[in-house]
């Protein structure tokens, strides 16, 4: 029996472009209300210490940098991917879809 060694598939020499790269990519057209909110600041207050929500945004929309707690919220970088609706162990996120003709478009795969 032959023992003939498979050749190695042709791996392109192309960089791979950064995550900033990529998100340079991104256009966003600004819709004039958030699509993004908090449903009851008090639980960010008292009872969250963990702060999901700013840990799993690609973009850094939700910051915990207020001293009351309650995140701060960039809504004009939000990339619409919903990480932080299904992050909060509270459901205390309210997100929406932007208003039609606003919102993320990605230009990058």
Do not use: Q
Request: overall charge negative; hydrophobic content about 25%; proline content about 6%.
């Amino acid at each position: 029996m032959s023992t003939k060694t498979k050749p190695m598939p042709h791996v392109p020499d192309v960089e791979n472009a950064s995550m900033e790269d990529r998100l340079y990519t991104v256009t966003y057209r600004e819709a004039e209300e958030s699509h993004l909110g908090i449903e009851d600041t008090d639980v960010c207050s008292t009872t969250c210490t963990t702060y999901e929500c700013t840990s799993v945004c690609p973009a850094s929309v939700w910051k915990n940098d207020r001293e009351d707690g309650v995140p701060s919220i960039a809504f004009e970088n939000c990339l619409e991917c919903g990480s932080c609706r299904f992050a909060c162990p509270y459901d205390n996120v309210e997100w929406e879809y932007p208003e039609t003709g606003a919102g993320v478009s990605f230009r990058y795969g």
